[in-house]
């Protein structure tokens, strides 16, 4: 299968940075698009950015300016650079891929189908 770990959650003083990591591993044939979703107590989880496997980025409205998504092909890894941070970034972030994995028949490769990951989030708080 495949699996998504974030890192880099913490708590940080209002106006502060964080930079939050996110590492895909297991049996990954090709991931498309990647990003972040944050999510708060009885809301629903909703974007806050994401990539492409060729760069190409989008931002939900409240972070444009402030959060940058990037994106390392060769190690299945993506990065959310949080400036500027605001009581309001106070949340659980979650990495998500949209991927495909694969399977061995004999000593050949072939590719599953795709499907939607999700890593088990982590926490960033912003102090006012």
């Known amino acids: 299968q495949l699996q998504l770990v974030e890192s880099g959650g913490g708590l940080v003083e209002s106006g502060g940075s964080l930079r939050l990591s996110c590492v895909a591993s297991?049996?990954?044939?090709?991931?498309?698009?990647m990003g972040w979703y944050r999510q708060i107590p009885g809301k629903e989880r909703e974007l806050v950015a994401g990539?492409?496997?060729?760069?190409?980025?989008n931002y939900a409205d409240s972070v444009k300016g402030r959060f940058t998504i990037s994106r390392d092909n060769a190690q299945n890894t993506i990065y959310l650079q949080m400036n500027d941070l605001k009581p309001e970034d106070t949340a659980v972030y979650y990495c998500?891929?949209?991927?495909?994995?694969?399977?061995?028949?004999?000593?050949?490769?072939?590719?599953?189908?795709?499907?939607?990951?999700w890593g088990p989030g982590t926490q960033v708080t912003v102090s006012p």
């Open positions: 998500s891929a949209y991927g495909s994995t694969y399977g061995m028949k004999g000593w050949s490769k072939y590719q599953s189908s795709f499907d939607h990951y």
């Open positions: 297991g049996r990954i044939f090709s991931i498309n698009d």
């Open positions: 990539i492409t496997s060729g760069g190409v980025t």
